[in-house]
């Protein structure tokens, strides 16, 4: 299968703990990104990688939010400290950057996180 | 800050009716807007349309962009029961590291 991958697709966990997530992206693709999903409403933007360099973070993603890119290929998203408001989709995307046309982002199946 | 609006937020329509979804957005330096069907799982790419008045057509489901008016619609033909899922619409500005804005989605039911 040659699309976005994520794992684990489902966690659950206590507040509190930590939990990490992967995805592996596209292989030809050079930028990835991070959004999270709650109910009823569109993904928001966390944050975006151009090969292993993380260029942008959004006010969203508080200091219990580190995610890296080794490498420029499969990215993790961790969150320390885990609240019961971090209960949502983590959902991956990646794109192949084309200068300055527009490109799709392929979205991975997402991470849903349940804090108990 | 960027922002998508779409409307109506829910629509229940029977097999075989057509329906249009609504996304109005503000953004500053526009380069894109993206149509996407979401059901259980991750979003799929529907259009990707860059340039006013142009349609693109892919089966029963077409879209066309406004960048006049900061709008875009996207039709729906024949309606089947698979076509029921949530629709979403994004924005992408210039110089915006190609992140998308989201609207709220339109979740579209088709009853047989």
């Known amino acids: 299968d040659t699309g976005v991958s994520q794992n684990p697709r489902h966690k659950i966990t206590k507040r509190g703990q930590n939990v990490t997530f992967r995805c592996d992206p596209i292989s030809e693709h050079n930028r990835l990104y991070w959004y999270r999903q709650t109910l009823g409403q569109g993904p928001e933007f966390l944050t975006y990688f151009q090969n292993e360099a993380q260029l942008e973070k959004s006010r969203l993603l508080s200091d219990r939010f580190s995610a890296e890119r080794p490498k420029g290929s499969f990215s993790t998203l961790e969150i320390q400290r885990t609240e019961q408001g971090d209960s949502a989709m983590y959902l991956c995307?990646?794109?192949?950057?084309?200068?300055?046309?527009?490109?799709?982002?392929?979205f991975g199946p997402g991470t849903r996180l349940t804090v108990l | 800050e960027d922002k998508v609006v779409q409307s109506p937020l829910s629509l229940v329509v029977h097999e075989g009716d057509t329906v249009t979804l609504n996304c109005s957005y503000e953004v500053t330096n526009f380069r894109s807007l993206l149509w996407y069907k979401q059901e259980k799982k991750a979003p799929t790419f529907l259009f990707m349309l860059t340039s006013s008045g142009i349609e693109k057509k892919s089966g029963r489901l077409s879209s066309i962009l406004d960048k006049k008016e900061l709008f875009s619609i996207l039709n729906i033909t024949a309606t089947q029961t698979g076509d029921s899922a949530i629709y979403l619409c994004a924005v992408e500005a210039v110089g915006g590291n190609e992140k998308l804005t989201f609207g709220t989605g339109t979740r579209l039911t088709i009853i047989p």
């Open positions: 995307a990646s794109s192949f950057d084309r200068g300055r046309l527009s490109n799709e982002q392929f």
